[in-house]
Each structure stands twice: as C-alpha cells, then as structure tokens.
C-alpha cells in the first residue's frame, strides 16, 4: 500500500523514459532553454560585486558598436550594449565610473566593477532616460541579436553582423549610413 506513491513517481518518469534516456535529456534542455527563454539573465561583473536586476522582456534596442573605444572598453573588436529605461534597472553593488567625450557626441559615463575592472553598464549625456548594459555580462546566448550596427568606420573586416540589422559608418543619430 505504501509503495503506491511511489509508483506513480516511477511511472512519470518512465513515461519520459519510453522513447530512451537521450530524449529525457532532450526534454530537460528544452525545458530549461524554455525556461531561459521567458527569464532573461540579470547583468553582473566578472567577480558579481555589481549586479544588475533588468526587467523580464529583453531591450528592443540593442547596438553593436564598433567605435575605437568600444574596442579599447570591452579589450574585443566590438561592444554590444542593450539599452533600457534606467527607471527599470536595479543596480546593486559600488561600481567606479569612467566619463569621456562619446565618439557619437556628448559624454560617455562608463560603469565598472572597482574589484574586478568588468564595465557593466554606461550612460550617454545625450540618453539621459536610458541605461545601455553590457549584452556580455548577461552571459545569456539566447538574448536576441543587435538591431543597429554603428561605427562601421572602424569595424574589423573579418565581424560580421546578420539579420534585421540598421547599419552606420558612424552613430545611428546623424544618418550617415553607408
Ligand atoms: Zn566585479
Ligand atoms: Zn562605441
């Protein structure tokens, strides 16, 4: 009598293991790139001093820029940032921050971890309402692809950025695509 719980657990999962073990590993990834899917990853540092909690729908604008210091920032050939309202953004932890003329006009401020050096986020002086976070220290390879490529002027030859992608030899605010 007692053994009938147990029944019932071990026939649940024998149902997932009818068509073999390969496809109860099957499902378990699908479920949790599912579950990966409708719960976006938070941003944080190499070290996770400093985190950032952002809402469950991912940014509809997201910029690949290819500007010199982009590449000097991020130490890779591009900087990918996902831009949210900043009102949406929970930022915990004590970064440093690092403010210089942006190649795209106004300021740039730069938000990094003090222990660890990871930028996580910037701000642009003229995007005031707007918070761009570092796609990279979501580490979350399901978060969509960028919609605006800009800085083309001084992309590497061998990136190349696909799909439904606006693209600009400079910043996307003067118009000059090529
Ligand atoms: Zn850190
Ligand atoms: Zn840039």
Known sequence: MNLEPHKVRSDRFDRYRSDGPSSLRGKLC????????????????????????????????????????????????????AYYPADVVTISGTSKEFTHAAASGGKIHNYFCPQCGSTVYWKLSNLPALIAVAVGAMAEPKYPAPVISVFEQSKHDWVQIDGAV???RQSSPKKNSN
């Open 30 to 81: 699908l479920l949790r790139s599912n579950w990966r899917i409708f719960r976006m990853a938070d941003a944080r540092c190499s070290c996770g001093a400093v985190t950032l909690s952002l809402p469950k729908e991912p940014s509809k604008i997201i910029v690949a820029c290819h500007c010199i210091d982009c590449q000097r920032r991020t130490g890779a050939p591009f900087g990918v940032g």
């Open 166 to 168: 606006e693209h600009f």
